[in-house]
């Protein structure tokens, strides 16, 4: 059973930042992607950052020169560094794996994590 974990949220004041993490445990065969996913209270859960295997990445444009994303292989962990956060960056952050269970699936699956709280505020 595939688990991801993630670690790093928490209460910070506008301009400051955070560095979230995420480990992946468990058995799957392949990945091709890992990101990020953020979801404020009454809106729909939207991408941030994602990053491929070969380590290209996407970012939100409401994030882009603010945020970073990073991926550690050998720890199967990603990271998501936030700097000059403001008050709407405030939202329940998800951690997301795109992969092949098994060698012989046909198709990928994506798997979450719980969500960790980021709050941006004075």
């Known amino acids: 059973q595939v688990q991801l974990v993630e670690s790093g949220g928490g209460l910070v004041q506008p301009g400051g930042s955070l560095r979230l993490s995420c480990a992946v445990s468990?058995?799957?065969?392949?990945?091709?992607?890992m990101g990020w996913y953020r979801q404020a209270p009454g809106k729909q859960r939207e991408l941030v950052a994602r990053?491929?295997?070969?380590?290209?990445?996407v970012y939100a444009d409401f994030v882009k020169g603010r945020f970073t994303i990073s991926a550690d292989s050998a720890k199967v962990t990603v990271y998501l560094e936030m700097n000059s956060l403001k008050p709407v960056d405030t939202a329940v952050y998800y951690c997301?794996?795109?992969?092949?269970?098994?060698?012989?699936?046909?198709?990928?699956?994506?798997?979450w994590g719980q969500g960790t709280q980021v709050t941006v505020s004075s």
């Open positions: 990053i491929t295997i070969g380590h290209s990445t």
């Open positions: 468990g058995s799957i065969f392949s990945i091709n992607a």
């Open positions: 997301n794996v795109e992969g092949r269970p098994t060698a012989w699936s046909q198709g990928v699956v994506d798997y």
